[in-house]
């Protein structure tokens, strides 16, 4: 069994910052990717979409929206991720679900987890 258990939501003025962070803890064997997502708004299905992701070795992927703003970081150690953001915009506002690719042992292939969803709420 896998827990993604994440922290850090909560409400924050415009141009402020928050930081998520997300442990992983369970049967791992091997964490491939460690990233955060979010749900779109007003989107059908409660669709979720990527807000950035590091890999294992330390590459890195961002949405257009939030490059420059958003920094994500990875501690192997702690099977930890944590997401700083900064400069934050009434946009941001949403759920933001923690993901990791990883696999547990005695598997004999990856899949995907997922935390429960931290909302963040940036007022104007």
């Known amino acids: 069994q896998v827990q993604l258990v994440e922290s850090g939501g909560g409400l924050v003025q415009a141009g402020g910052s928050l930081r998520l962070s997300c442990a992983a803890s369970?049967?791992?064997?091997?964490?491939?990717?460690m990233g955060w997502y979010r749900q779109v708004p007003q989107a059908p299905g409660k669709q979720r979409e990527l807000?950035?992701?590091?890999?294992?070795?330390?590459?890195?992927n961002y949405a257009d929206s939030v490059k420059g703003r958003f920094t994500i970081s990875r501690d192997n150690a702690k099977n930890t991720v944590y997401l700083q953001m900064n400069s934050l915009k009434p946009e941001d506002t949403t759920v933001y679900y923690c993901?990791?690719?990883?696999?547990?042992?005695?598997?004999?292939?990856?899949?995907?987890?997922w935390g429960q969803g931290t909302l963040v709420t940036v007022s104007s």
């Open positions: 369970g049967s791992i064997r091997s964490i491939y990717v």
């Open positions: 807000v950035a992701r590091i890999i294992d070795g330390g590459s890195t």
């Open positions: 993901n990791a690719k990883l696999l547990t042992i005695g598997a004999m292939t990856s899949r995907d987890y």
